[in-house]
């Protein structure tokens, strides 16, 4: 069965600083990996995801994430933090192969301090 | 502003009720996901419809059912409510109903059963 883990429940950092929030999944094909954002009050928007093709996908607000075949880890990162990212993170994995549902994480809070 | 809607914005009933949430897709989209987000459980795949059809069910209780009309609309539909039930519900949409495309979420609906 597919799964999706998201180690910790909060990530703090300062602003300005980079940040990683982590992410690893378990699937039996070739994964679809998504990242959604969840600010206050308010519903999930897609981040960014990978398909194929390059490793390092490049998404909304400066954020980017890594696919790692052989760790099985698409972690999420963003050079410079800014205070207006802390928010909750979900990492998600979908079949490759045709499957239709698509597994969120737990999430990960953000939080950045000023 | 994900171009999806949902209503109501917020519900509040008593145990034993029945109540319908309302989920307007994206223009163009044909597929339509319902998820349940509590604080304890995260965030839960209900159910998902393609083109008025069902295509995959998650974690759904017999009490909850829904469907998608001809016009692409859905409702999801919560009978002999719980406590339990409270929560948080988001319908998402996608152009395609297969693995790969991106969710837009709409704002919620979120439940309260007293």
């Known amino acids: 069965a597919q799964s999706v883990a998201q180690p910790e429940d909060q990530v703090n950092v300062a602003e300005g600083n980079p940040l990683t929030v982590k992410c690893t999944y378990s699937v039996s094909g070739n994964p679809y990996l998504f990242w959604y954002v969840q600010y206050p009050n308010r519903g999930l928007q897609f981040l960014l995801k990978y398909i194929t093709g390059d490793n390092l996908v490049k998404g909304s607000y400066g954020f980017e994430a890594e696919f790692n075949k052989s760790q099985t880890s698409f972690h999420l990162k963003k050079p410079s933090a800014l205070v207006s990212d802390s928010a909750l993170y979900f990492c998600a994995v979908s079949l490759a192969s045709g499957g239709f549902k698509t597994i969120f994480g737990a999430g990960t809070r953000l939080f950045v301090k000023a | 502003d994900s171009g999806v809607t949902q209503t109501p914005k917020h519900l509040i009933t008593a145990t034993g009720q029945r109540v319908t949430l309302r989920c307007s897709p994206r223009s163009g989209d044909l597929s339509v996901y319902w998820y349940q987000q509590s604080l304890d459980q995260g965030l839960q795949f209900l159910i998902q419809y393609y083109n008025g059809e069902e295509r995959a069910k998650g974690n759904i209780l017999e009490r909850f059912s829904a469907q998608q009309f001809p016009d692409l609309h859905s409702e999801l539909n919560l009978s002999s409510l719980e406590l339990g039930d409270s929560a948080l519900y988001f319908c998402?949409?996608?152009?395609?109903?297969?693995?790969?495309?991106?969710?837009?979420f709409g704002p919620g609906t979120r439940l309260t059963v007293l």
């Open positions: 998402a949409s996608s152009e395609e109903g297969r693995a790969g495309y991106e969710q837009f």
